[in-house]
């Protein structure tokens, strides 16, 4: 049968396929994200699927039992556990606990295929040791031909199988290597229709780019069911696992996790994994935020000292640097602190990223603690979203941060005890 070779464009960001080239996408509007690539199309004559048609009173769910993941916090995120015939992709940096948490999962009593390209099978043999893994029913594979998994899968009908990564893995019939955008696009296309076929859970493992996003066409992650992002800093141990998509679940609920020598055990109580080497000093102060539908308690640390450069510095971490710049204007017009000659440094403590507003009054009690050199009460915590002329905002579920501050001892401070942030220092310093 005549093969020839046709050269398209295809957009890295969003999967648009184009004949032509052009400095911007059509489709999303993304600069310089055309990529040329060479696709091997066969002349012969197009075969009509077959669709199967049925009555919704006909379709059986029987067989559409949850699958207990193993782990209390990802089954929260899932929105009970895994579902037969889904496809999941787990993203995350390098070194953050990808394949440490695949391979927790590799200890459920079902039967399982770990498939790896990236690893030999004494590497992966090493790592399940090392975090105590005993299956009986699991089998490991190294290499990335997705025909071969498929002809494995047809055998031996697994509950579910891993995908280690999917920047790795190729159809041997595309003379593309693997990791090239239609390599990546054909193999999320090709395991999500085993998937669906042969029934069985296919979790599959996916690298991020410099932006936190996962390599590869945007198309990737229309493709699957669920889109799981797994956070954190190497740093710190605290992890924090999220869902952005869940077509069986909510988007809402986060799994927390502690990196050990054992692998990720979950944490049963936050507040005091982010709290338990706090000590009350100028500038540390406590706040209550919502991850998911969860109210933690953290710590953030500010510190203000004189610059010695021509213009003032802002540097933080886990919190957003443009926010914080305008909540040091927002101070210094309304209180009257002359923050441009000092330099702030902002801190969330435990690797946390924090992205609600919430955190304002918060950022600003530390700012105002550290700038006076005085401590707050040590049960003071702080919850309100700041205005720029200086007044302090309810937020979402104020009632119920402020009822879980109380039973755990703190005394909340937020719009329901003041007004504006002037009346910080006033009151509490």
């Keep these: 049968m005549k093969q020839k070779n046709q050269k398209i464009y295809v957009c890295d960001n969003c999967g648009e396929e184009s004949l032509s080239w052009a400095g911007k996408c059509s489709y999303c509007n993304s600069w310089n994200s055309l990529k040329e690539i060479f696709v091997s199309s066969e002349e012969q004559k197009s075969n009509v699927e077959n669709l199967e048609y049925k009555k919704i009173s006909d379709i059986d769910l029987t067989n559409n039992i949850r699958i207990d993941s193993g782990i209390s916090e990802l089954n929260g995120v899932l929105g009970g556990g895994f579902v037969r015939g889904s496809v999941i992709l787990l ?109 069985i859970v296919t979790l599959i493992i996916g690298h991020v780019t410099k932006d936190g996003t996962i390599a590869g066409p945007k198309i990737i992650e229309h493709l699957v069911d669920v889109v799981l992002y797994l956070e954190g800093d190497k740093n710190h141990q605290g992890r924090v696992i999220r869902g952005i998509k869940n077509r069986f679940g909510s988007t809402n609920e986060i799994g927390l996790f502690m990196m050990t020598g054992e692998g990720l055990q979950e944490v049963s109580n936050p507040s005091e994994m982010f709290l338990s080497q706090r000590q009350n000093k100028a500038g540390s102060v406590i706040c209550s935020v919502v991850e998911g539908k969860r109210i933690l308690f953290i710590e953030i640390q500010a510190i203000t000292v004189i610059t010695k450069y021509g213009y003032a510095k802002r540097t933080c971490s886990g919190y957003d640097l443009n926010r914080l710049s305008l909540l040091a204007a927002v101070i210094q017009k309304n209180i009257g602190i002359d923050l441009s000659s000092c330099d702030i440094y902002l801190n969330v403590v435990g690797g946390i990223k924090i992205k609600e507003p919430a955190a304002d009054l918060a950022v600003c009690a530390a700012i105002i603690s550290s700038y006076k050199n005085k401590p707050y009460n040590d049960q003071a915590c702080f919850l309100g979203e700041v205005g720029l002329m200086g007044e302090v905002r309810r937020v979402i579920l104020q009632k119920e941060r402020i009822s879980e501050s109380k039973k755990i001892g703190y005394q909340p401070i937020s719009s329901e005890h003041i007004k504006e942030i002037r009346e910080i220092s006033n009151k509490y310093l």
């Excluded at 004494?122 to 025909?147: H, V």
């Excluded at 990546?184 to 296309?189: A, D, Q, T, W």
């Design 91 to 199: 993203g995350g940096e390098p070194g953050i606990g990808k394949s440490t948490i695949t391979s927790q999962i590799c200890n459920l009593p079902k039967k399982i295929l770990f498939l790896s390209a990236e690893e030999s099978l004494p590497q992966i043999k090493d790592r399940l040791i090392r975090l105590k893994i005993d299956n009986k029913n699991l089998d490991l594979a190294s290499g990335g031909d997705l025909l071969a998994l498929e002809k494995k899968v047809q055998k031996e009908r697994y509950d579910l199988v891993i995908v280690d990564s999917i920047q790795t893995v190729y159809i041997s019939d595309l003379n593309t290597s693997a990791g090239s955008i239609s390599q990546v696009k054909e193999s999320g296309l090709f395991l999500q229709k085993m998937a669906k076929k042969y029934d």
